[in-house]
C-alpha cells in the first residue's frame, strides 16, 4: 500500500459547484480500488500456491512431512476461502469500486467505509489463514470460519452494502447501468445467504455448532453453498462483464432487454437450486427435484448472459486477435456458457447418481473459477492498471504470454480431473455377472495418480500465469507518477420532478389492443422507472431471494415427516462428541462421506442406505461432498477393531496399500482437551440435544472412563502392549486417538441396535 497515502491526499472531493449551482464538481477516489488490485494479485498468488501444495499432496501424501498445519484435510478449505473470498473477493471490489463511482457519476459515499472495508477483508483474510490450518473450522463448505470471523465479515459487509447503495442514492447519473443491478444482487443475497446458514451457538471462543442438524443443516447448507457461486462468483462478475467489456471493446452492450431478463430470471431462478446437490440423500426427495427443476431452467438465463456478453463484440473480432485483454474476456464467457451448460447438467438425477462424490464436481468447479472468475479478473486488471497507475502497462508481450500460459494451464487441469471423476464414478458402480463389485474403492484411487500428476502440472502453469500478472503490475506501478493526477469531473445533481417519456405502441392499427399492450410491455419503461429508484430496486431484489428461499425453507423445517426420527438413535456421548470435533478439525469430511445413497453399488459397498432420523444429533452435518476415500457411514458396524483403526492413523499405507490417506501420528500422542467438554455438552443442550444436567456434571468423569475402556480394547487387541511407536508421555486413554477411534466406532451402529421397549420398533417413526 505504498501508494495509499498519495492516493488519499490527492483525491479529497471538491464541494465547489460551478456558477450558479447548476453543475457538482467531483474526484473519483482511485485509491480504494488500487489497494484492492494489489490484494488481488497477493491473494490470488497464495491460494494459487496453496492450491498446487493441496494437488501435489493427492499424488503423494508424505508431501505433508508430518506437519498436521498443512495436511491436505487443512489446506483443501484454506484454498477454497482463499480462492473465493480472498482472490476472487478483492477482485471484486476493484470491480465495484472503480466501476460504482464512474456508473453513479459521484465519489463514493465514505472514505471511511471503503478504507474500512478494504482493511476489515484482509483481517478477515489473515484470519481464515491463521485458523483454518490450526483445525478451527465450522467444516461447512465455503462457511468453514468459526464464528467471532463469521460476525466481522457480517460487520465488513454491511460497511461495504452502506457504502455502495448509499452512492447510489446520490448519484448524478439519473438511471442505474446494468452492472449495478448485479451487484445490488450480489451485496443483498450474500448477507442473507450469510446470516442465516451460519446461525451457531458457541461452545468457546473457538469453537460452535450450527444450530440446524443433519438433513435441515445440510439442506441449509447448500442453499448456501450453491448461492454462494451464485451471488460470489456469478453476479458480481457480471456486473464486472457488463461494465469492463463493453469499455474494452469500445462497444455497447449487445442486448438492453436482453440484460433485464437475464438479471431477473437469474435472481430469481438461481435461489432454488441448492437442493440439486442433495440428490439420492436423506434430504426430502421434494427438496432435492424441486432444485433439479429449476436448476435446469438456469440455462435461459445464463446463457442469456453469455450471448450478450458476446454478441458486445459484434464488429469488433478484428480486435480479439490483437487485445489479450479482450482474449482474457471472450475465454471467461465461454468458460462461463461451458460451466452454466454443466451445471444444470449435473443436477439432473440420473447424471448426478454418477458424477457425485467424484472428481468431475472438482473439473466442474475448476472451469468455472479458473476460466469464469480468473480470466475476468485478469481482464479486468490489465485494463486497469494502465488507468489506476496512470503509466503504460509495462510488458503486453508478458500478458499476451500469461493468456496462453493460463489457458494452457486451465485446459491441463481440468481435462484430466474430468477424465478422473468418470474414472470414479463408473469404478464405482462397476458390477460383474455374478452380481459383486467389480473394483475395490483402492483400485479406483489409484487409477486417477497419473490424471493428478498432470493437474499439478496445469494448476502450477495457472499460477505461473498469474505471477506474470503480478510482475506486470509492479513493474507498471514503478512507472508511475510522483503524484497521481486527480481530474475533477462536472455532472449537474439528479433533480426531481423527472417524467419517463411514456412508451407508444410501434404496431399499426389493424392489430389487437392487447398486442399493443404487449409492445407497449416490452420497451421496458416500466423498467425504467425502477432504475431510477435504488431503495426499491434492492428491496425488490431481496424480496425476489427471501421469497424464493422460503418456499424452499419452511417446508423443510415446518413439516416433521421431512426428518423422521428412529428410536434407537441417540446422542453421542461426551467422548465420541470429543472425537466428532477432531474429525471435523482434521478436515476428515474433505475426503470422506457419511452417507449411502439407495444406489445399488453402494449398499453392496457400504451396507444399509442412510436415513434421515439417523442425523437428528449431528451439529453441524458430516455427509461431505467427495470420496477421495471410502464412505464412512456404516464403519462403526463393519470395521470395529480400534487397533486398526490406530494403525491405520498412525500411518495407512501399513493397512492399506496405495492408500493416498496422510497419516497423522499427532493423534497418537497430543493430549485430548477434557476439560471443554462440558462447554461443548451445555451447547449441545441449548440446540436441543437430550443431555440431562447430571450428565453434562458427570461428562468429564464419564469420557475417561470411556477412553480407558477403549484404549484397553486396543491394547488387547495388540497381545497386551501398547501398539503406538515412539515416545509415549501421554497415556493412550488421554490421546486424541483415542476419542477419533471412539467416533468412527459409534458410525452407523445405531440402526442396528434392539428397542429398549419390547415391541418398539427400529423402523421410521414420525415426530422428533
Not at 156 to 177: C, D, L, P, Q, S
Not at 342 to 362: C, F, M, Q, R
Amino acid at each position: 500500500m505504498a501508494d495509499h497515502a498519495a492516493a488519499v491526499s490527492t483525491t479529497q472531493p471538491v464541494p465547489a459547484t460551478a456558477p450558479g449551482g447548476a453543475t457538482e464538481r467531483f474526484q473519483y477516489d482511485d485509491g480504494i480500488s488500487r489497494a484492492f488490485l494489489l490484494m488481488t494479485l497477493i491473494w490470488g498468488a497464495v491460494a494459487m500456491l496453496v492450491g498446487v501444495i493441496a494437488a501435489i499432496e493427492l499424488a503423494l501424501p508424505e508431501a505433508n512431512l508430518g506437519i498436521p498445519f498443512i495436511t491436505f484435510g487443512r489446506l483443501r478449505p484454506l484454498h477454497t476461502n482463499a480462492a473465493i473470498f480472498a482472490f476472487a473477493g478483492n477482485a471484486i471490489f476493484v470491480a465495484v469500486y472503480y466501476s460504482t463511482q464512474r456508473l453513479c457519476k459521484a465519489r463514493m459515499y465514505s472514505d471511511w467505509l471503503s478504507w474500512f472495508h478494504f482493511w476489515g477483508w484482509q483481517v478477515i483474510i489473515v484470519c481464515a489463514a491463521l485458523t483454518l490450518p490450526s483445525g478451527i473450522t465450522q467444516s461447512k463448505e465455503y462457511a468453514e470460519l468459526e464464528w467471532p470471523i463469521d460476525v466481522l465479515i457480517a460487520v465488513v459487509w454491511v460497511a461495504f452494502g452502506i457504502n455502495v447503495i448509499a452512492t447510489m442514492i446520490k448519484r448524478r447519473e439519473r438511471h442505474m447501468y446494468v452492472a449495478l443491478w448485479f451487484y445490488i444482487a450480489t451485496i443483498v443475497t450474500v448477507a442473507v445467504l450469510h446470516i442465516f446458514n451460519n446461525l451457531v451457538i458457541p461452545a468457546g471462543l473457538f469453537k460452535s455448532y450450527s444450530i440446524y442438524a443433519g438433513a435441515q443443516d445440510a439442506f441449509m447448507q447448500w442453499w448456501y453453498g450453491h448461492n454462494a457461486v451464485a451471488f460470489f462468483l456469478t453476479t458480481p462478475f457480471l456486473g464486472l462483464m457488463y461494465y469492463f467489456l463493453p469499455k474494452a471493446a469500445e462497444r455497447p452492450i449487445f442486448s438492453y432487454r436482453l440484460s433485464i431478463v437475464h438479471f431477473w430470471s437469474l435472481v430469481f431462478i438461481y435461489i432454488w437450486a441448492g437442493p440439486h446437490h442433495l440428490h439420492y440423500t436423506a434430504v426430502p426427495a421434494w427438496a432435492s427435484t424441486l432444485g433439479m427443476l429449476f436448476s435446469v431452467m438456469l440455462w435461459m438465463p445464463s446463457w442469456g448472459g453469455m450471448i450478450n456478453g458476446l454478441l458486445t463484440l459484434r464488429g469488433a473480432w478484428h480486435k480479439v486477435a490483437a487485445d489479450p485483454i479482450l482474449k482474457f474476456f471472450v475465454v471467461g464467457i465461454t468458460f462461463y456458457g461451458m460451466a452454466t451448460f454443466e451445471g444444470p447438467l449435473l443436477s439432473v438425477k440420473s447424471v448426478n447418481a454418477l458424477s457425485h462424490y467424484t472428481d468431475w464436481t472438482i473439473a466442474h468447479v475448476h472451469a468455472g473459477a479458473l476460466g469464469w472468475n480468473g480470466f475476468m479478473t485478469f481482464g479486468m486488471l490489465y485494463w486497469l492498471m494502465p488507468r489506476l497507475f496512470q503509466a503504460p502497462l509495462w510488458s503486453p508481450k508478458l500478458m499476451n504470454t500469461h493468456f496462453w500460459v493460463g489457458t494452457i494451464g486451465i485446459l491441463l487441469y481440468i481435462v484430466p480431473i474430468y477424465v478422473a471423476g468418470l474414472t470414479q464414478g463408473l469404478m464405482w458402480r462397476a458390477i460383474d455377472e455374478d452380481g459383486q463389485l467389480a473394483y475395490n474403492f483402492v483400485e479406483s484411487v489409484t487409477r486417477l495418480i497419473p490424471m493428478y500428476w498432470v493437474r499439478i502440472i496445469g494448476g502450477t502453469l495457472f499460477l505461473l500465469g498469474l505471477i506474470m500478472c503480478f510482475v506486470n503490475m509492479l513493474m507498471t506501478w514503478a512507472k508511475r507518477p510522483a503524484k497521481y493526477d486527480s481530474p475533477v469531473h462536472e455532472a449537474p445533481p439528479v433533480g426531481s420532478g423527472y417524467a419517463e417519456q411514456p412508451a407508444q405502441s410501434r404496431l399499426g392499427t389493424a392489430v389487437v389492443d392487447v398486442a399493443h399492450k404487449l409492445d407497449i410491455w416490452s420497451q421496458a419503461v416500466w423498467h425504467r422507472r425502477w432504475e431510477r429508484l435504488p431503495i426499491r430496486f434492492t428491496v425488490m431484489v431481496t424480496l425476489a431471494v427471501v421469497i424464493a428461499s422460503l418456499f424452499e425453507i419452511v417446508p423443510t423445517f415446518v413439516i416433521k415427516s421431512n426428518i423422521p426420527t428412529i428410536a434407537t438413535v441417540t446422542p453421542y456421548t461426551p467422548l465420541e462428541l470429543a472425537g466428532r470435533d477432531i474429525y471435523v478439525a482434521e478436515g476428515c469430511y474433505n475426503c470422506h462421506s457419511q452417507m449411502i445413497r439407495p444406489i445399488l453399488s453402494e449398499t453392496i459397498r457400504y451396507g444399509e442406505y442412510s436415513k434421515p432420523g439417523e442425523f437428528v444429533y449431528d451439529h453441524p452435518f458430516q455427509w461431505g461432498s467427495r470420496r477421495i476415500g471410502p464412505d464412512l457411514a456404516r464403519e462403526g458396524n463393519s470395521n470395529p477393531m480400534g487397533s486398526w483403526h490406530l494403525k491405520h492413523f498412525e500411518n495407512p499405507k501399513q493397512i492399506t496399500q496405495g492408500s493416498i490417506m496422510p497419516p497423522y501420528p499427532w493423534l497418537l500422542y497430543d493430549p485430548l482437551d477434557f476439560e471443554s467438554l462440558p462447554s461443548r455438552l451445555r451447547a449441545m443442550q441449548q440446540l436441543g440435544v437430550p443431555y440431562t444436567e447430571d450428565e453434562v456434571e458427570a461428562c468429564i468423569a464419564s469420557a475417561q472412563m470411556q477412553a480407558r475402556e477403549v484404549a484397553k480394547r486396543i491394547i488387547e487387541e495388540s497381545a497386551g502392549t501398547d501398539p503406538r511407536l515412539g515416545s509415549k508421555d501421554v497415556p493412550l486413554e488421554d490421546t486424541k486417538v483415542v476419542a477419533l477411534i471412539a467416533y468412527i466406532q459409534r458410525l452407523g451402529v445405531d440402526i442396528y441396535k434392539t428397542p429398549e421397549e419390547p415391541g418398539e420398533s427400529v423402523t421410521l417413526r414420525e415426530g422428533r
